[in-house]
T-cell receptor, first 116, second 111 residues
Framework: DAGITQSPRHKVTETGTPVTLRCHQTENHRYMYWYRQDPGHGLRLIHYSYGVKDTDKGEVSDGYSVSRSKTEDFLLTLESATSSQTSVYFC???????????????FGQGTRLTVV | KQEVTQIPAALSVPEGENLVLNCSFTDSAIYNLQWFRQDPGKGLTSLLLIQSSQREQTSGRLNASLDKSSGRSTLYIAASQPGDSATYLCAVPGSNYKLTFGKGTLLTVNP
């Protein structure tokens, strides 16, 4: 798992409540990502970070915010959860390999979020 | 915008058969291509990373090929086993190494 820990692993929450998911890495890699996985849509990028306090939006960022105050932690917040945000959320890191531009992605075990 | 397609969406084979999973992508300007395995309810496990300068990469019974010019990659699994049953995903990185995924091939290997 390349030292990636996601918490919580499962969560049920009510519509309208804020929710924060945490991703922790142990190896100080620069790039971190949040994806969601849904049947019929596959994996889609929500937000990503390219350094401490450096973040940007992905394909499906509406209703989500992120923060990265230190290298090892990347937080995803659902500001006001909706049923459409019921999904499995994956955190990933990008690890640079020898040779220019080549990186390998590693994923956490996922967080299953249900919004009722 | 990069688009990644995997065919077939599902595949069922008897144990011992050799099989090929396909992945195609629309923008050939890629750094590399990565194949993942996902078991039900689990995260993604990296199987093979094939760099843009390579044509093949092997790990055990798995062999991945890459043809950038045609926008295609294949994952060959030799002598399939029931334990190979999983969803197989391919992905290509873009700017800032953001991944674009195919929707996967669900493989079932029957004993």
């Amino acid at each position: 798992d390349a030292g990636i820990t996601q918490s919580p692993r499962h969560k049920v929450t009510e519509t309208g409540t804020p929710v924060t998911l945490r991703c922790h890495q142990t190896e100080n890699h620069r790039y971190m990502y949040w994806y969601r996985q849904d049947p019929g849509h596959g994996l889609r990028l929500i937000h990503y970070s390219y350094g401490v306090k450096d973040t940007d939006k992905g394909e499906v960022s509406d209703g989500y915010s992120v923060s990265r105050s230190k290298t090892e932690d990347f937080l995803l917040t659902l500001e006001s959860a909706t049923s459409s945000q019921t999904s499995v959320y994956f955190c990933a890191i990008s690890v640079r390999r020898t040779g220019g531009g080549n990186t390998e992605a590693f994923f956490g075990q996922g967080t299953r979020l249900t919004v009722v | 915008k990069q688009e990644v397609t995997q065919i077939p969406a599902a595949l069922s084979v008897p144990e011992g058969e050799n099989l090929v999973l396909n992945c195609s992508f629309t923008d050939s300007a890629i750094y590399n291509l990565q194949w993942f395995r996902q078991d039900p309810g689990k995260g993604l496990t990296s199987l093979l990373l094939i760099q843009s300068s390579q044509r093949e990469q092997t790990s055990g019974r798995l062999n991945a090929s890459l043809d950038k010019s045609s926008g295609r990659s294949t994952l060959y699994i030799a002598a399939s086993q029931p334990g190979d049953s999983a969803t197989y995903l391919c992905a290509v990185p873009g700017s800032n190494y953001k991944l674009t995924f195919g929707k996967g091939t669900l493989l079932t290997v029957n004993p």
